[in-house]
């Protein structure tokens, strides 16, 4: 008789991807519109949507989103999110547009700029955190997502809120609250539920205190 083992744990994946350097953060679960103009990113978008790929959005430290001759690349975060296309159309002003949702997290371990301009990424790809209930607790915190949805500018995103996941409750509040990238940034770096949990029950305490002393 074989002695049951535990399953393998899984590891990280360590990969090259494109990498989307943004002024914005994306969250595991979140959408987020873009419009492309530059070619190397039109470029990018035709071959994900060929090849049914995604790319790494990378929050900028310091630096700009556009290309600019005779500046310094921008300085990205050590961390971002593994996107995928899921919608796009053609602006009113002749633009792509497209709207990105956000997989999973990854680890950024190094960057380089390909021929094509492109800013590639050495990653680490993180397994999606696993599913956990929504704590009874969290009742304040699911009642401001679901006024944040809805929104008609958050409507029109066409969210799919899994309320029976605390994981992406968390994510989607992070996403759409009115933060700093910054606060965003750092919230995207955290394993602990319960710590995203207390991060955000302060915020939206700081939020309202605001909102009390302007009335």
Known sequence: MQTPTEPPRTEPTRTEIPLFPLSGVLLPYGRMPLRIFERRYLDLVRDCMREGVGFGVAWIRRGEEVAQRGQAS??????GTYARIV?????????????????RRFSLLRSSVAPSQLVMGEVQLDEPPPRQPVPDDWESLVEVLQSLEAH???????????YQNAWQVAYALIQLLPLEESLKYALLGLDDLEQVKQSLNQILNRISGEDELEG
């Open 87 to 103: 919608d796009w159309d053609q602006l009113k002003d002749g633009l792509l547009g497209i709207t990105i949702e956000g997989e």
């Open 152 to 162: 008609p500018h958050v409507e029109r995103m066409g969210l799919a809120i899994d």
């Open 74 to 79: 921008p300085e990205l975060g050590d961390w």
